[in-house]
């Protein structure tokens, strides 16, 4: 046997072991991969009712699995705070080296979740505001929103069509971010495409004018499939903003002796990347946090 036959050889195997390997990958990829790679994707439902319990005055949780039929999609875990009793406010750790889990901790924080985008350096890639500073880049252009907190009020600014700069100037803490998945006007702002399985991250402002925090477990949901389900009328949102997502997606709650610690554990750019899915399920890792939003109870007479 030539050398040039031995290499033909070990090509083919080679290649037919990588053949293989995938031909595996993809036959036994999680349910919910194989759910979101249907055309068309079924919407998904909640088999229980999403009822809100009292962890602490004015802060509430939820937490509801999603299936498409008999089949498990997604977990979506949610909070809820009234901002009269709860200070919101935007963090920024320039090194990079805070997980949700260290916020908390050294913050005393009820709520902690990651924010908007950052570089690799940890930059902030959209504007924030923090304790009146400016952070972020010094000019930007954004149709979609904003979370923005004044005193014991926060909402959602809709800025197409406005200077996002000028226009979270008046407030001490803000953090523009994208998409909107529920803007003013009841529409869902992202864009349908199919392709951007991750675990997702948002902020919502609902009909009482509370802040909603959520995050959902899986890559079942692209973006625009967020949008759609968070116009459940169990969740009474009137805005709704789109936040950094994947598996960094990190959500800590420590309220009135309750404690949760969530993290998202997928992002994945087609359907057929089945070998990073495997990674991130396997070998979950818990994530540093540059940007978060951060909730802390507020000081009151009597209580």
Do not use: C
Request: glycine residues 8%; charged residues 25%; aromatic residues 8%.
């Amino acid at each position: 046997i030539t050398r040039r036959s031995r290499w033909k050889r070990t090509a083919v195997g080679a290649a037919l072991v990588m053949s293989l390997s995938w031909i595996v990958l993809y036959a036994t990829r999680p349910p919910w991969l194989r759910v979101a790679s249907m055309d068309p994707v079924p919407a998904p439902v909640n088999h229980s009712p999403i009822e809100w319990r009292t962890r602490a005055p004015g802060l509430e949780t939820t937490e509801t699995d999603l299936y498409v039929k008999q089949t498990k999609v997604d977990r979506m875990v949610l909070v809820r705070m009234d901002p009269e009793r709860y200070e919101l406010s935007v963090r920024w750790d320039p090194t990079g080296t805070r997980t949700a889990e260290d916020w908390q901790k050294e913050l005393g924080a009820a709520v902690v979740t990651n924010g908007s985008y950052f570089s690799e350096s940890f930059s902030p890639l959209t504007p924030l505001r923090i304790s009146g500073e400016a952070a972020g880049p010094s000019t930007y252009s954004s149709t979609h929103g904003a979370l923005v907190v004044r005193g014991t009020s926060a909402d959602i600014l809709d800025l197409r069509e406005k200077d996002a700069l000028r226009t979270i100037t008046a407030y001490p803490e803000a953090m523009v971010s994208y998409p909107l998945l529920l803007g003013p006007d009841g529409k869902n702002r992202a864009v349908d495409s199919k392709t951007w399985l991750a675990s997702r991250n948002f902020v919502g402002i609902d009909r009482r004018g509370w802040v909603v925090f959520g995050a959902t477990k899986t890559g079942f949901f692209t973006i625009h499939r967020l949008g759609e389900f968070l116009k459940h009328p169990a969740l009474d949102l009137r805005a709704a903003l789109n936040l950094d997502g994947g598996p960094l997606v990190g959500q800590v709650v420590e309220a009135g002796g309750y404690s949760r610690r969530f993290h998202g554990t997928a992002e994945i750019s087609r359907s057929a990347d089945s070998l990073r899915v495997l990674w991130h399920e396997k070998f979950p890792t818990n994530w540093t946090l540059p940007i978060v939003l951060v909730a802390t109870p507020r000081e009151r007479n009597g209580e």
